[in-house]
């Protein structure tokens, strides 16, 4: 007497091609990621200061100008001085005009916090 088996199903997903495309994926966003510790700039963007208008001090204006040229005030700044012209207590609008990127005004901004001077970003004149 035989005994028939019941017919064995085949699996229809096959799991060895998934690991592998996973696998991949993994790999690539590994890669692709950035594991840089991300810092922030604490500027104001012209909004009203707390305290009453009398009580701050006047605030000089630093025009960034395409090739690494500054003016502050109107006066051209030589940039290795920036630290040595400013003092501590003094507030500074940034004025970045066309063309000077986006690296260089962060790094002219991390110099005035190191500084402690209070900033303001502002929009070049035309």
């Given at each position: 007497?035989?005994?028939?088996?019941?017919?064995?199903?085949?699996?229809?997903?096959?799991?060895?091609?998934l690991?592998?495309?996973?696998?991949?994926?993994?790999f690539?966003?590994?890669?692709?990621?950035?594991?840089?510790?991300?810092?922030?700039?604490?500027?104001?963007?012209?909004?009203?200061?707390?305290?009453?208008?009398?009580?701050?001090?006047?605030?000089?204006?630093l025009?960034?100008l395409?090739?690494?040229?500054?003016?502050?005030?109107?006066?051209?700044?030589?940039?290795a001085?920036?630290?040595?012209?400013?003092?501590?207590?003094?507030?500074?609008?940034?004025?970045?005009?066309?063309?000077?990127?986006?690296?260089?005004?962060?790094?002219?901004?991390?110099?005035?916090?190191a500084?402690?001077?209070?900033?303001?970003?502002?929009?070049?004149?035309?």
């Amino acid at each position: 007497m035989r005994i028939e088996r019941p017919a064995r199903r085949r699996n229809s997903i096959v799991l060895t091609s998934l690991v592998d495309v996973m696998f991949v994926l993994l790999f690539f966003f590994m890669l692709a990621s950035s594991y840089l510790d991300w810092g922030t700039l604490d500027v104001n963007i012209g909004g009203k200061p707390a305290s009453s208008p009398g009580t701050l001090p006047p605030a000089h204006a630093l025009l960034l100008l395409p090739g690494g040229q500054w003016r502050l005030d109107g006066r051209p700044l030589d940039p290795a001085r920036l630290e040595a012209t400013l003092p501590s207590a003094s507030r500074v609008v940034v004025q970045p005009a066309a063309g000077v990127s986006l690296q260089e005004l962060v790094a002219v901004v991390d110099r005035l916090k190191a500084a402690g001077v209070a900033l303001t970003l502002g929009a070049a004149p035309p």
